[in-house]
């Protein structure tokens, strides 16, 4: 069975009005589905209000679906006695670096989650050092979380959701408030968590390169999944993304732009090495 | 008109043990109708000197001069500057508060001491200048979508009329399409209304296509101040301070790299191709 499988998953948010009539429903997830294997990097894109963030919510049951089926880790996540198993085993990290550190520190930080779950004190610090030194924040333990740049921050939170050891991690545009190195460092992390310690990774974003790392991507507009694929499949469509409000990376272009003013190069090229690889070649 | 900072100093919790210097003799002059993008790591200085260009930051030492007018002076009116210099901030849309769109935009010259008629009218300008379609102006911000509640967050600074706009980071959270729109609007207003922008943004690829002088942060003073061109020559500069070049300029490295003599000076996608296509036609005719 897939990490993760839903099976025309519905999520309907209702509108009222001040007096608590229902004005309207909208349905920000409308039949989904989805399989991701176990270690799978998964890149997630789509426009704003495409139902992306809705979806990463019902990964770990923050929401719950209206209709369809969703089952993680083969667990159904509308059986209540599954809930804290699944959190557990999909952790979260947000947009915002600022809104979910707590501690003072940045060794107790990372702790909260396993404290919060009774894991014993003493295993509690070898996954707190195991989680730093996962995402590269080791010699910082003793920081203080606010003296962190926006990168740091967002890897101290990723080593919060590594250390309670879930199988896979979900990062809701977890790059959208850094600056470029941020976003490297946040990036690199997230890759290395999966190649080197097989945990599956679901990254959303709007940022079209780095969609270019994962293993299949997935496209959504107005709650649904309109485009599933690897990157190289999904890159090709230049057209056929921006009809969704999207883009491709910046080389993706420029090669498509070249190959329409005939220059013989491949469909679907996705890093700057591989354009120029196509290039010396026709040279 | 210009903006001129002389030798400014900014330093947080002077005195303290967290005494932390966020700007440095920071000396700059900002020219009239200019388009300018402000670039650093988190924590460069960025936002310390936009804050103070309008008077929100003081600095700690140093002089600023709006028209040739030290707005230090003690008879300055520092509150008139605020609206001569509108600064919008991050996630703007966050600030939005009215019931309507329309109310929250007519907000800003209310407060000005305009009349209602004046500020209305202003109101509409500000959001045709936006961008916002009339459908939405009389909905809740709360049901516009991410571009649409930063347009109006907008519109609620241009109704101010400034003379000089500041956005930090206005495309931050927007999906690709909503970047675009909102860079566009920007590059429509300082052409139409003839306005002087300062653009903060982590993006090097928007900052090559929109603007003509960036001026690169680091550790709280100027590290390089130029036309794109000019900054994007200093790749290794820009990477030790955080930052990279657009990835087109890398590009254009890689192939002189293996031997295709394409032109350094490539920042944009609509450079690179050229410089790409005038290489092959020259090699086909040799």
């Given at each position: 069975?897939?990490?993760?499988?839903?099976?025309?998953?519905?999520?309907?948010?209702?509108?009222?009005?001040?007096?608590?009539?229902?004005?309207?429903?909208?349905?920000?997830?409308?039949?989904?589905?989805?399989?991701?294997?176990?270690?799978?990097?998964?890149?997630i894109l789509g426009h704003n209000g495409s139902g992306k963030s809705t979806l990463a919510k019902h990964l770990n049951v923050l929401l719950k679906a209206s209709e369809g089926t969703l089952w993680v880790d083969g667990k159904d996540t509308l059986d209540n006695r599954y809930q804290w198993d699944i959190r557990k085993n999909a952790g979260m990290v947000f947009q915002?670096?600022?809104?979910?550190?707590?501690?003072?520190?940045?060794?107790?930080?990372?702790?909260?989650?396993?404290?919060?779950?009774?894991?014993?004190?003493?295993?509690?610090?070898?996954?707190?050092?195991?989680?730093?030194?996962?995402?590269?924040?080791?010699?910082?333990?003793?920081?203080?979380?606010?003296?962190?740049?926006?990168?740091?921050?967002?890897?101290?939170?990723?080593?919060?959701?590594?250390?309670?050891?879930?199988?896979?991690?979900?990062?809701?545009?977890?790059?959208?408030?850094?600056?470029?190195?941020?976003?490297?460092?946040?990036?690199?992390?997230?890759?290395?968590?999966?190649?080197?310690?097989?945990?599956?990774?679901?990254?959303?974003?709007?940022?079209?390169?780095?969609?270019?790392?994962?293993?299949?991507?997935?496209?959504?507009?107005?709650?649904?999944?309109?485009?599933?694929?690897?990157?190289?499949?999904?890159?090709?469509?230049?057209?056929?993304?921006?009809?969704?409000?999207?883009?491709?990376?910046?080389?993706?272009?420029?090669?498509?732009?070249?190959?329409?003013?005939?220059?013989?190069?491949?469909?679907?090229?996705?890093?700057?090495?591989?354009?120029?690889?196509?290039?010396?070649?026709?040279? | 008109?210009?903006?001129?900072?002389?030798?400014?100093?900014?330093?947080?919790?002077?005195?303290?043990?967290?005494?932390?210097?966020?700007?440095?003799?920071?000396?700059?002059?900002?020219?009239?109708?200019?388009?300018?993008?402000?670039?650093?790591?988190?924590?460069?200085?960025?936002?310390?000197?936009?804050?103070?260009?309008?008077?929100?930051?003081?600095?700690?030492?140093?002089?600023?001069?709006?028209?040739?007018?030290?707005?230090?002076?003690?008879?300055?009116?520092?509150?008139?500057?605020?609206?001569?210099?509108?600064?919008?901030?991050?996630?703007?849309?966050?600030?939005?508060?009215?019931?309507?769109?329309?109310?929250?935009?007519?907000?800003?010259?209310?407060?000005?001491?305009?009349?209602?008629?004046?500020?209305?009218?202003?109101?509409?300008?500000?959001?045709?200048?936006?961008?916002?379609?009339?459908?939405?102006?009389?909905?809740?911000?709360?049901?516009?979508?991410?571009?649409?509640?930063?347009?109006?967050?907008?519109?609620?600074?241009?109704?101010?009329?400034?003379?000089?706009?500041?956005?930090?980071?206005?495309?931050?959270?927007?999906?690709?399409?909503?970047?675009?729109?909102?860079?566009?609007?920007?590059?429509?207003?300082?052409?139409?209304?003839?306005?002087?922008?300062?653009?903060?943004?982590?993006?090097?690829?928007?900052?090559?296509?929109?603007?003509?002088?960036?001026?690169?942060?680091?550790?709280?003073?100027?590290?390089?101040?130029?036309?794109?061109?000019?900054?994007?020559?200093?790749?290794?500069?820009?990477?030790?301070?955080?930052?990279?070049?657009?990835?087109?300029?890398?590009?254009?490295?890689?192939?002189?790299?293996?031997?295709?003599?394409?032109?350094?000076?490539?920042?944009?996608?609509?450079?690179?191709?050229?410089?790409?296509?005038?290489?092959?036609?020259?090699?086909?005719?040799?």
């Amino acid at each position: 069975m897939n990490f993760i499988e839903a099976r025309k998953l519905v999520h309907e948010y209702i509108r009222r009005d001040e007096e608590g009539n229902v004005e309207g429903i909208l349905a920000a997830l409308d039949g989904v589905d989805l399989e991701v294997k176990a270690g799978e990097f998964v890149a997630i894109l789509g426009h704003n209000g495409s139902g992306k963030s809705t979806l990463a919510k019902h990964l770990n049951v923050l929401l719950k679906a209206s209709e369809g089926t969703l089952w993680v880790d083969g667990k159904d996540t509308l059986d209540n006695r599954y809930q804290w198993d699944i959190r557990k085993n999909a952790g979260m990290v947000f947009q915002n670096p600022d809104n979910q550190i707590i501690a003072g520190v940045v060794e107790e930080d990372v702790a909260f989650g396993p404290e919060n779950i009774g894991v014993p004190t003493e295993e509690i610090w070898s996954r707190v050092e195991k989680s730093l030194k996962s995402v590269g924040m080791l010699k910082y333990r003793e920081h203080s979380p606010n003296k962190l740049s926006g990168g740091q921050k967002q890897r101290v939170a990723i080593a919060g959701v590594m250390a309670m050891e879930p199988k896979c991690i979900v990062l809701d545009e977890p790059t959208a408030m850094l600056d470029p190195k941020g976003r490297r460092e946040v990036l690199e992390a997230a890759g290395a968590l999966n190649r080197e310690k097989g945990i599956t990774v679901i990254l959303i974003t709007h940022y079209m390169e780095e969609a270019v790392q994962a293993d299949k991507v997935y496209v959504m507009d107005h709650g649904k999944i309109v485009m599933q694929g690897t990157p190289r499949e999904i890159f090709s469509q230049v057209d056929r993304l921006k009809s969704y409000r999207l883009d491709v990376p910046q080389i993706t272009l420029l090669a498509h732009e070249l190959r329409r003013e005939g220059l013989q190069i491949p469909e679907g090229i996705l890093t700057k090495q591989e354009l120029a690889e196509a290039l010396c070649q026709l040279y | 008109m210009s903006i001129i900072l002389d030798k400014v100093d900014y330093v947080y919790n002077g005195g303290t043990a967290y005494e932390k210097r966020a700007l440095n003799q920071v000396s700059l002059k900002i020219q009239d109708g200019e388009f300018i993008g402000i670039i650093g790591h988190t924590g460069s200085g960025k936002s310390t000197l936009i804050q103070h260009l309008n008077g929100l930051l003081l600095a700690s030492s140093g002089g600023i001069y709006y028209n040739g007018r030290d707005i230090y002076e003690e008879d300055y009116d520092r509150k008139e500057l605020r609206s001569k210099v509108g600064l919008v901030f991050q996630y703007p849309e966050h600030q939005l508060f009215e019931p309507t769109v329309f109310a929250d935009v007519c907000f800003g010259p209310k407060n000005l001491g305009l009349s209602r008629k004046e500020s209305e009218l202003r109101a509409f300008s500000a959001l045709r200048g936006v961008g916002l379609p009339e459908e939405y102006w009389y909905r809740s911000p709360f049901e516009l979508s991410g571009g649409q509640k930063r347009r109006a967050a907008i519109a609620g600074v241009l109704a101010m009329k400034p003379e000089v706009l500041i956005l930090d980071e206005p495309t931050a959270g927007l999906d690709p399409l909503g970047r675009d729109e909102i860079l566009n609007q920007i590059a429509s207003m300082h052409r139409e209304l003839n306005m002087t922008i300062l653009l903060v943004s982590h993006s090097m690829e928007d900052v090559a296509e929109y603007v003509n002088r960036i001026i690169v942060m680091n550790q709280g003073s100027i590290l390089l101040d130029g036309a794109p061109k000019e900054v994007f020559r200093y790749r290794q500069e820009l990477e030790a301070a955080g930052l990279s070049v657009p990835q087109v300029t890398e590009l254009m490295q890689e192939l002189r790299d293996r031997g295709i003599p394409v032109s350094p000076e490539v920042t944009t996608l609509k450079e690179a191709k050229e410089a790409v296509l005038q290489a092959f036609s020259k090699h086909r005719q040799a």
